[in-house]
Structure formats: C-alpha cells, structure tokens
C-alpha cells in the first residue's frame, strides 16, 4: 500500500474534484486519460471519467463506497449511464431528490458504516442507508455538520479534522467500525476531505501536502508513501 501526491485542474484541492473506493476512481473527462489512468493504477482500480451534472466538483457533489453511490438531483442521464456500465448492475445508484446537493460534504462512509449531515431529514437517511448499505448514524466532526469534507475513510482507517472531539471520534468509531485519527492535508488544511482520497491499496494527496502530513496519513490509513 502506498500515498502519492497528484495535482487536478492546478489544484491540490483534490478531494473536490475526485472520489474513491475500493473498485472505481472517478475523474473528471477534462483530465488526460494517461494522467487518470495513473490515479487508477496507484488505487489499483477501475478509472471512471465523467462529470456529475456538468461539474467538475465531483468529490463534493457525489458519496461512495463498494455498494452505492449518492448523486444530486441534478445529475445528467448520460452520466448516470456512464456510472452504471463502470460499477455494475448490482451497485446502487441513488439520485436524492432534495434541494441538498453536496453529498460528498455531507456523508462519510466506507463499506462499515456511514456518519451524515445531522440536518438531513430521517427519510432521506433511510434512502442513504439502503443505497450504501450500512449503517447510518448522524454525527459532526469539530462541531461541524459537513463530515464528508472534514475526514477521509477507508475500511483500514480514518483521518479527521484535528479538532474532532472525543464523543464524535467514539460515535464515528462506532458506527463505521474504523479507528480514528487526527491530521491535516496540504500543509496545515484541516479539512482532510478535500484533498485526499484513499482506499485500502493506496492513498493520493494534494501535492501541497508536507512529508510529516503523509507520515501521520500513512499512518492512519495504513500506507505509505511512495515516488510517482
């Protein structure tokens, strides 16, 4: 298992624009082909490159994990499409029709569990449950309500915002049945989701991100860093 350093669109503000799990990376389309294929390669996954409703910001729009994967309303059909073919027949897809939109700041999940947004209504909860297939409990990270952008899970571990108080780590530890710990990404960024994405093969981090950074993420998620 490994970590590496990527840069999309200029940015090491990676987590916005891309999101793991343990069978697909999802890319934007803008992204050369080679350049995604490498991110595949280290995550030792299949690479996905499309859009989520004509935007780029695909980690905070969509949330996944080996089950499911939540999109917003406004997703497009021929994206969905794309999504479909790439994971499979039996993987659900679930467009939540609400007027929330950024479910990859709003839910953190591996294939254990999942903590949300506690402002989320209790139907659209159920909806998330049966989409990723776990449990689902609402909580916050820091006394703040968007998870998805605070934390980066993985079945092996997860890397929260440093400020995560004890109850939340126990509830969180709980739920998704994965140690926690604390850290930060491209050079003191305490929101970990927006700049690194993991499975358990590997890690890929804004290339902001400071040597002692990937220390404690190697740590954490149980990798390593490597050389691109």
């Known amino acids: ?7 999309l669109f200029g940015s090491a503000s990676i987590g916005v624009y891309s999101l793991a799990t343990e069978k697909i990376v999802i890319i934007p389309p803008q992204i050369p082909r080679h350049k995604a294929e490498r991110v595949g390669k280290w995550l ?7 859009m989520i409703g004509k935007s780029v910001l695909i ?5 996944a994990n080996s089950n499911g994967m939540l999109l917003p309303h406004f997703v497009r059909e021929e994206e969905i499409e794309t999504l479909q073919n790439s994971c499979g027949k039996n993987f659900n897809l679930t467009i939540m029709e609400t007027r929330r939109t950024a479910y990859g700041n709003m839910v953190l999940t591996n294939d254990k569990g999942a903590i949300v947004d506690p402002r ?10 049966d989409t990723l297939d776990v449990e689902v409990v609402p909580g916050e990270i820091a006394g703040l309500p968007y998870v998805g952008s605070l934390a980066t899970a993985t079945n092996n571990g997860i890397l929260a915002h440093p400020l995560i108080k004890e109850e939340e780590k126990k509830l969180i530890e709980e739920v998704m049945k994965t140690p926690v710990d604390v850290g930060t ?10 700049g690194l994405i993991a499975n358990t093969k ?20 149980d990798v390593v860093k490597k050389d691109e």
């Open 1 to 7: 298992m490994a970590i590496y350093t990527f840069v």
């Open 44 to 50: 030792k996954t299949d690479v996905v490159q499309t």
């Open 59 to 63: 980690g905070a729009l969509a949330c």
């Open 120 to 129: 989320l209504k209790a139907k659209d909860i159920k909806i998330i449950s």
């Open 185 to 194: 990404i491209n050079c003191g960024v305490p929101y970990v989701g927006t």
């Open 202 to 221: 590997a890690a890929v981090a804004g290339f902001l991100t400071t040597g002692p950074e990937m220390f404690i993420i190697g740590q954490v998620l």
